[in-house]
């Protein structure tokens, strides 16, 4: 009788070509590299800026300051940066996503329970006054990821439609680990709008719950 045969070994999935994400209406896109950069930032100024002739300076104030937000989302190893510009009446719904690749320096790929333990007790060692982020792993379209939660205090005046005084900023991350890598894609959705954090948390989930991988 001949012994039975070892199963052969499972052969690791190939990366990924791309991701794709569904984006409510009203979100628009800022592709981060030097080469497209301007081009983007410039169709969103045209674009919150159609029909309205009599106001120069604040059309190129808001030019360099996106151009300055995505040139330091692109040093810290962004891809893409998305704008809310939904609106609600006359205000505008103030919220972010940065999507980041993250490659780690390890021979084999991290499990996402680790990274969630090790971010857990990064946030054990933070100052006593930081709110404790909620870290936790949950089960996506696109694989297993970690979750965090963050809220922090920032103090001066609120963003548009926030109550006045100090406020809060919510963000929630997104850590999903790149089939046939080590590196993880990150998604960071920020807002400042503390008194819908809830809500806001609720529509940032259902974006990273889209998230599928493209070959």
Not at 47 to 74: C, M, S, T, V, W
Not at 80 to 85: N, P, Q, V
Not at 132 to 142: Q, Y
């Amino acid at each position: 009788m001949k012994p039975p045969e070892s199963p052969a070994p499972s052969t690791p999935p190939a990366p990924p070509a791309d991701y794709r994400l569904l984006l409510p209406e009203g979100w628009f896109r800022i592709l981060l590299d030097p080469d497209r950069r301007d081009k983007s930032v410039d169709a969103l100024v045209e674009r919150q800026f159609r029909g309205i002739d009599n106001a120069p300076h604040l059309k190129e104030e808001l030019r360099g300051d996106l151009r300055r937000r995505a040139a330091k989302a692109y040093r810290s190893g962004g891809i893409e940066l998305y704008l809310s510009l939904q609106a609600v009446g006359p205000f505008t719904i103030p919220a972010s996503l940065l999507v980041t690749l993250a490659p780690l320096r390890h021979a084999e790929p991290l499990p996402p329970e680790d990274l969630a333990r090790a971010l857990a007790e990064d946030a054990d060692d933070e100052d006593a006054g930081t709110p404790v982020p909620e870290v936790g792993v949950e089960e996506l379209a696109a694989g297993t990821a970690v979750r965090v939660r963050r809220l922090a205090p920032q103090p001066g005046g609120a963003a548009p439609g926030a109550p006045d005084g100090d406020h809060a900023s919510v963000s929630v991350e997104y850590h999903l680990p790149v089939p046939g890598t080590t590196a993880y894609l990150l998604l960071t959705f920020s807002t400042p709008l503390e008194p819908i954090a809830d809500a806001m948390a609720g529509l940032f989930d259902a974006i990273a719950g889209s998230l599928t991988w493209t070959e």
